[in-house]
């Protein structure tokens, strides 16, 4: 069993940054991020191999979020810049065993999750 524990989120004015770390018990090959708005299913926005380092980003992201992690503190991060309106959610930490040998942005192949931390933007 992984526990994770998100942190860092609150609100913040159109074009800030903000950082959200998740403390997780153990690590698993793949850890991500995932955000959900109201009303909606949780969307996968990036995912890193931690074996690899290789990343994945959704095409909503690119280029303005950056994911990593820190394997002594046991800690994954999502660095947020040029953070926008539409960018208000609940960001949710996950850890996954791999499928297919990758990592995934698919809600159903993630194995973990945080309780969610919020995410408010304004313009």
């Known amino acids: 069993q992984v526990h994770l524990v998100e942190s860092g989120g609150g609100s913040v004015q159109a074009g800030g940054s903000l950082r959200l770390s998740c403390a997780y018990s153990?690590?698993?090959?793949?850890m991500g991020w995932f955000r959900q708005f109201p009303g909606s299913e949780r969307e996968g926005i990036t995912a890193i191999n931690t074996d690899s380092g290789s990343t994945l980003y959704a095409d909503s992201v690119r280029g303005r979020f950056t994911i990593s992690r820190d394997n002594a503190k046991k800690t994954l991060y999502l660095q947020m810049d040029s953070l926008k309106p539409e960018d208000t959610a609940i960001y949710y930490c996950?850890?996954?065993?791999?499928?297919?040998?990758?990592?995934?942005?698919?809600?159903?192949?993630?194995?973990?999750w945080g309780q969610g931390t919020q995410v408010s933007v304004s313009s």
């Open positions: 153990d690590e698993t090959s793949c």
């Open positions: 996950t850890a996954a065993y791999p499928y297919g040998r990758r990592c995934h942005l698919r809600s159903d192949l993630q194995d973990y």
